[in-house]
């Protein structure tokens, strides 16, 4: 699997919009699919605002026709994302699409997007990383946006100092072939 970097891609006007967008709303307990497990913890909101998704998915389109050739139609959910290290915000290893084979869709998951909301100073800890990958420490300035196969495992390892911040987004297309 491989990745596509752009360091620094947004701008501070940018992300002000998405904070103003989130900053009356209350940010709710993230849950996986089997909420008995600790792998995950984090708070989030979902983002519904046409204009964001539309960027969102032009940058996607951009990139995935330079990387990757997927056959993507949309952009699903918008994501907001709080790691605190109050109670040690982390994420462990998965993926953000289950290959199930021999079961067709009408769409999953092919792309995924992170985008680095928190200055690097504003955290320690809360590394993202994937399996497999050696990732450069740039990731972590604000504004940087990374580009994957849904596919591919990661994980965000325990913030220990402040709050790490993000945006993620999934885009989506037929059922693999």
């Given at each position: 699997?491989?990745?596509?970097?752009?360091?620094?891609?947004?701008?501070?006007?940018?992300?002000?919009?998405i904070?103003?967008?989130?900053?009356?709303?209350?940010?709710?307990?993230?849950?996986?699919?089997?909420?008995?497990?600790?792998?995950?913890?984090?708070?989030?909101?979902?983002?519904?605002?046409?204009?964001?998704?539309?960027?969102?998915?032009?940058?996607?389109?951009?990139?995935?026709?330079?990387?990757?050739?997927?056959?993507?139609?949309?952009?699903?959910?918008?994501?907001?994302?709080?790691?605190?290290?109050?109670?040690?915000?982390?994420?462990?290893?998965h993926?953000?699409?289950?290959?199930?084979?021999?079961?067709?869709?009408?769409?999953?998951?092919?792309?995924?997007?992170?985008?680095?909301?928190s200055?690097?100073?504003?955290?320690?800890?809360?590394?993202?990383e994937?399996?497999?990958?050696?990732?450069?420490?740039?990731?972590?300035?604000?504004?940087?946006?990374?580009?994957?196969?849904?596919?591919?495992?990661?994980?965000?390892?325990?913030?220990?100092?402040?709050?790490?911040k993000?945006?993620?987004?999934?885009?989506?297309?037929?059922?693999?072939?």
């Amino acid at each position: 699997m491989y990745v596509a970097i752009s360091e620094s891609f947004f701008d501070d006007a940018f992300i002000s919009v998405i904070e103003n967008e989130i900053k009356d709303t209350e940010l709710k307990k993230a849950v996986t699919k089997d909420p008995t497990l600790d792998v995950r913890r984090s708070e989030v909101m979902f983002l519904e605002s046409r204009e964001l998704k539309q960027i969102l998915f032009d940058v996607v389109r951009y990139v995935n026709s330079k990387s990757f050739g997927f056959d993507i139609t949309n952009v699903g959910d918008v994501q907001y994302t709080v790691y605190d290290s109050k109670y040690e915000g982390h994420y462990d290893w998965h993926s953000d699409e289950d290959i199930a084979y021999g079961s067709p869709r009408f769409s999953c998951r092919k792309l995924s997007i992170t985008i680095q909301l928190s200055e690097p100073e504003d955290y320690e800890g809360g590394d993202f990383e994937m399996e497999g990958v050696e990732l450069p420490s740039s990731i972590k300035q604000k504004g940087t946006v990374l580009v994957f196969p849904s596919p591919q495992r990661h994980r965000v390892m325990p913030v220990t100092k402040g709050i790490r911040k993000s945006l993620v987004a999934w885009f989506e297309g037929p059922d693999w072939r």
